[in-house]
């Protein structure tokens, strides 16, 4: 059976003044956060969340749960690469230095390209619809949740003023784990628990013109003082427990360009040069948690 929007729209410009008119409501609610020991604390916010999609996607589940996110990877890699996740999410949540929580930390690897378990939205309905248009998608689609008063809170990632993710700040970008049992937001299940709200609208060759300009701003790096970070642990990774198999490198290169670590120039001997290979900043990192 096809799956069916809860309103569909004859243009992007209506379904804009749709949502304007019944969610951009100026109040603000009670919203729950996860603070550094874990637990969901509530935090006032506005009501609703926003995500943008291209095209006629019959799922939307978390990138670590889509069937082709780990195409190409053994059992061996899957192993490999859960225990780097596992790795950075620890590193980003040691005290002495990003003093992130499980969520916000996660939340930090996806943003800068790793699979998790969270559904990207953000808190502004323009981003959300810049992000629903491209150029090779017919249909666009945004999904509205209600945040402020949900049955049961579900663990939110708020980016927007994360310290350590200066693009998801300006994304105003928000991060949600659903429950077990509401995973795909199109499930009947998750739009009855959370009472989910789906538009859908075609996409025309104007509104890509018009907004492709405001997508390339959102999605550059150029000006991110946070997007080596995540590069610069993965190499330090790799120095202190050696290197991934040919077939994970090339899965995580597709995702996170990498850099080589410089030399450093000691001396010359001409004809020679003398360098050194600087080691990582902190050689005390223990990577094995």
């Known amino acids: 059976m096809r799956w069916n929007p809860d309103r569909s729209f004859k243009s992007a410009s209506e379904a804009l003044i749709f949502i304007r008119d019944k969610f951009l409501i100026p109040h603000q609610e009670r919203l729950w956060f996860p603070s550094e020991s874990g637990l969901l604390l509530p935090r006032a916010g506005p009501p609703f969340i926003f995500r943008g999609e291209p095209g006629g996607f019959e799922t939307t589940i978390a ?33 002495r230095d990003y003093s992130l929580n499980e969520v916000n930390a996660k939340a930090f690897l ?24 491209k150029d090779n998608a017919e249909l666009g689609r945004i999904c509205i949740i209600p945040v402020g008063q949900n049955v049961m809170p579900t663990p939110l990632a708020d980016l927007s003023q994360h310290p350590w993710a200066h693009r998801a700040q300006m994304q105003q970008a928000v991060g949600v784990i659903m429950p077990p049992g509401c995973e795909d937001l199109k499930s009947p299940s998750a ?42 642990h993965i190499i330090e990774y790799v120095e202190a427990n050696g290197k991934f198999s040919p077939s994970l490198t090339e899965w995580i290169l597709d995702r996170i360009p990498m850099t080589p670590r410089y030399y450093r120039v000691q001396h010359l001997e001409p004809p020679h040069v003398v360098i050194t290979n600087p080691s990582p900043s902190r050689p005390w990192w223990k990577w094995h948690f």
């Open 110 to 133: 996806q943003h800068y390209g790793l699979p998790t378990e969270l559904i990207d939205f953000t808190w502004w309905h323009t981003t959300a619809l810049t992000f629903a248009v």
């Open 63 to 95: 990138t670590r749960n889509r069937p082709g996110t780990f195409e190409g990877l053994c059992e061996e890699d899957r192993i490999a690469l859960d225990r780097l996740l596992s790795s950075l999410c620890k590193r980003l949540m040691l005290p």
């Open 191 to 232: 739009r009855r628990r959370f009472n989910l709200t789906w538009i859908e609208f075609p996409i025309s060759c104007k509104d890509c013109e018009f907004l492709r300009q405001k997508r390339e701003e959102l999605l550059s790096l150029a000006g991110d003082s946070s997007a080596g970070f995540l590069r610069h």
